[in-house]
């Protein structure tokens, strides 16, 4: 007898235990990616933008006193760079730049890989279907989620050329856009069926260089969705699993403005 409840004891004591849960990571222990790019005098601007980012010297140098001291002014509109198009920018009467709440600048997010079409095709509009793809190897896009696009354009970046597909600056140069963006059906299908709450990609405009009525802006922005454009290094983050901060400055009544994003692989 004693044998038999030594074996019972024995396969109790076998049994899978419990998981703990993974404890959460803590921010310092996060590898943070910089999305955004440097503002200097490389910043790139849509072409009716003609003056450069401009950062003058107000002091720089020893004081009488004996130690350093510097300050500088910056001037620059509120759209180029890595920016944030608010949605008054396209939208009246919606969120300003300093309304946004910081809910739809924080949070979860995926990044949709589009850049081998994107590459071959300056004029791509990523689909419904991009999102659909990304879904069968994913699972669904979780609803509330800040969606990134890649489109592999950021590479150029700041080649003005190679990055708009025109080198022109000036009105002249609108009709000689070249660049990917999102199809409006396919921004129309991110807010209604999935209910995300940012969409940002790496080229200059949510909606394509060729686009002459900014639907793509109009859908997102009528439906307070902030967008980020002009982001840096999409290539170092995988599709999922991304913890993203997007905090722009703060410009009251502003339609937009520089935006320092980074991101986590969690």
């Excluded at 980012?53 to 910056?74: E, L, V, W």
């Excluded at 300093?98 to 949070?107: A, F, N």
């Amino acid at each position: 007898m004693r044998k038999y409840l030594f074996v019972l004891c024995f396969l109790a004591a076998c049994k899978e235990q419990p998981r703990v849960a993974e404890q959460p990571k803590f921010p310092e222990q996060l590898e943070w990616i910089d999305l955004s790019h440097t503002f200097d005098s490389t910043t790139l601007y849509w072409p009716n933008n003609t003056k450069p980012f401009m950062h003058t010297t107000d002091a720089a140098g020893f004081t009488d006193k004996g130690y350093y001291y510097s300050s500088y002014s910056i001037c620059t509109p509120e759209h180029g760079g890595t920016h944030l198009d608010a949605p008054i920018h396209f939208a009246s009467g919606k969120l300003t730049a300093d309304k946004i709440p910081l809910t739809s600048l924080t949070g979860n997010a995926i990044v949709v890989d589009v850049s081998q079409k994107a590459l071959a095709n300056r004029d791509y509009l990523v689909s419904v279907e991009d999102w659909q793809q990304w879904e069968k190897e994913n699972g669904r896009i979780p609803d509330g989620s800040i969606v990134l696009i890649r489109t592999g354009y950021g590479q150029f970046y700041p080649n003005r050329e190679k990055y708009f597909g025109s080198a022109k600056v000036g009105p002249e140069a609108l009709t000689e856009l070249h660049f990917p963006g999102i199809d409006p059906t396919a921004a129309d299908w991110l807010v209604k069926e999935r209910k995300v709450k940012a969409v940002g990609l790496d080229t200059p405009s949510l909606d394509y260089g060729q686009s002459t009525d900014f639907r793509t802006h109009q859908v997102l922005m009528g439906n307070n969705v902030p967008g980020f454009e002009n982001l840096a290094a999409l290539d170092k983050l995988p599709a999922k699993n991304i913890y993203v901060v997007a905090l722009p400055m703060k410009i009251g009544g502003g339609s937009g403005g520089p935006l320092r994003i980074i991101a986590a692989k969690r």
